[in-house]
C-alpha cells in the first residue's frame, strides 16, 4: 500500500521509471525497494489513476490462423448419421432453445428474449442453425427428438424426421443435459460477487455452462480423448494460458468509445 501511494505522491512516472528509480536510491529517506513495488503491483495490480489517465488503446495481436481438427475416420464411418434431442427451457424467464446429440453428447444453447416465449419462427429458425452445425461437418441429422412444443415445425424442417414423444412425456437425453446445464449456471451465480442479473448475464452464464461442459470430453461420447467441441467444431483443446487470463464475471477497467480530445 504504501508503495501504491508514494508512485502517486510523485506523479505517476511510469511504472519502469519508478522502478528504476528505486532501484538507483534516488529518493531521500526512502525505505521503499523495487522488491516492495513489484510486490504492490502483484497485489494490486495496474493503478487504476494510469489507466483512466495515461494509457491508450493497445494495438490487438494478429488473428491466429484457424485450424480444423477433423474427425477421426473410425468415429466418422460409425457416426456419420445422428439423431438429435432439442428442447425448450426457461432461465430466470429468459426462453431458451437447447440440444444434445445422441453420439457426440454436443450440446447447443441459445437464447430469445420474446416476452411471450416461443414462438415458431424463433424455433425453426433455431432448429435449422443447430442443423447446420452438424452439417459443416458432413454429419447427416436422421430425426429430431423433442416434446409436442415441436410440432408445428414438422414441414419446416424436412427432410429431417420430427419425432414427437407422446403427451406429458420427454424426451430423455435433452431433459438430463438441460439439468445438467441448469445446475452448472447455478454454480457460475454462487461464485459471482451479484445480487441482480440482467438477462444479458443470464444469458452468459448459460452459454459459458454449455460452453465448458462441450470443452471436455464426455464419458458417454464416441470419444474420451476428444471433447464434443473439438468433434463438431473442430476447435483444439482449452488453452491454459487463455483460460486463466480472465473469468467471466470478473471486474475488468475498459476504454470508453469516444471522441479523443485533451480535455479533462
Not at 176 to 202: C, D, F, G, W
Request: proline share 7%; charged share 25%.
Amino acid at each position: 500500500e504504501q508503495a501504491r501511494e508514494f508512485y502517486r505522491f510523485i506523479g505517476l512516472p511510469g511504472w519502469d521509471e519508478f522502478l528504476y528509480l528505486l532501484s538507483i536510491r534516488y529518493f531521500t529517506n526512502c525505505s521503499l525497494t523495487v522488491e516492495d513495488a513489484k510486490n504492490a503491483k502483484d497485489i494490486f495490480g495496474p493503478d487504476l489513476l494510469e489507466l483512466k489517465s495515461k494509457s491508450v488503446r493497445k494495438t490487438p495481436p494478429p488473428i491466429p490462423a484457424y485450424r480444423s481438427t477433423p474427425i477421426p475416420t473410425e468415429i466418422y464411418n460409425n457416426h456419420s448419421s445422428i439423431n438429435l434431442s432439442v428442447d425448450g427451457i426457461k432461465v430466470q424467464g429468459v426462453p431458451m432453445i437447447t440440444s444434445i446429440s445422441s453420439q457426440y453428447k454436443f450440446r447447443t444453447v441459445e437464447a430469445h428474449r420474446n416476452r411471450t416465449g416461443l414462438s415458431k419462427d424463433d424455433i425453426t429458425k433455431g432448429i435449422q442453425r443447430i442443423i447446420n452445425i452438424y452439417h459443416a461437418r458432413n454429419i447427416n441429422i436422421e430425426q429430431v427428438n423433442a416434446d409436442n412444443e415441436f410440432e408445428p415445425i414438422r414441414d419446416s424442417i424436412r427432410p429431417v424426421n420430427l419425432n414427437v414423444v407422446a403427451a406429458e412425456a420427454h424426451v430423455g437425453d435433452v431433459e438430463r443435459s438441460n439439468r445438467v446445464i441448469k445446475e452448472r449456471t447455478r454454480a457460475h451465480v454462487q461464485r459471482l460477487p451479484y445480487r441482480r442479473y440482467p438477462k444479458a448475464m443470464v444469458e452468459g452464464c448459460v452459454i459459458k455452462a454449455v460452453k465448458d461442459l462441450n470443452s471436455v470430453p464426455s464419458r458417454s461420447g464416441v470419444s474420451r480423448t476428444l471433447s464434443p467441441s473439438t468433434l463438431i467444431l473442430g476447435k483444439a483443446p482449452p488453452d491454459y494460458k487463455e483460460v486463466t487470463k480472465l473469468n467471466f464475471g470478473d471486474y475488468v477497467q475498459v476504454h470508453e468509445p469516444r471522441k479523443i480530445t485533451n480535455t479533462m
